[in-house]
């Protein structure tokens, strides 16, 4: 099921992301880039230390923003981290900052030549942004970025679990 934002194909597919060849990964990440539990702790894990190796050049990152690594073992190019807001009700400008993450990822695949970007759904575990508010921020934040540049070719958007990939879905539809 996918949707077509000016020349990109969108779609949501259920699974771990570290499992989907790409030519980017996209990890939610924290801002210290030193790895951490979740979709970050599943992407070191499976690509291995020259992820952390890399991570450790930087100092940090800031949240809405993104730095991409070399994907170590995993079936992609790239790493692309970047970090999330932690939700606190909706009024500390988390919706700006989640759709930055999204904008500045893409931005990162672009500059390095991706055709190819998978996401997960960032901030909506350990940071508890509510789920569907976030899939909107992120459609929104990918059609409008798809708008400007057409790039890129195929964006998936992996939940994991079969309940957060049907909800994706829905939402998905909504988008015209
Ligand atoms: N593949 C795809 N999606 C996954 C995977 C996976 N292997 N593991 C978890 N997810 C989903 C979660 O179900 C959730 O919907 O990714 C989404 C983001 O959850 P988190 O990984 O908890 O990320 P986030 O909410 O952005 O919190 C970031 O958590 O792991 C730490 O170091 C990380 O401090 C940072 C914080």
Redo the contacts with the bound molecule.
Sequence with gaps: MGRTFNRTLVEVVE??????EVDAIV??????L??????????HR?GGPSILDECKKHDGCPTGESIATTAGDLPARYVIHT??P?WYGGDRAEADMLASCYFSSLARAVDRGCKSVSF??????????P?DD?SRVALSSIRDFCARDTSIERILL????AK?AGRYSEILEEFE
Excluded: E, L
């Design positions: 699974g771990d992301i570290t499992k989907i990890n939610a990440a924290n801002s210290k030193r790895g951490g539990g979740g979709v970050d702790g599943a992407i499976a970090v999330g932690v997960p759904s960032i901030s909506t575990g350990v940071y508890r942004y789920f976030a992996v939940a994991y679990g957060d």
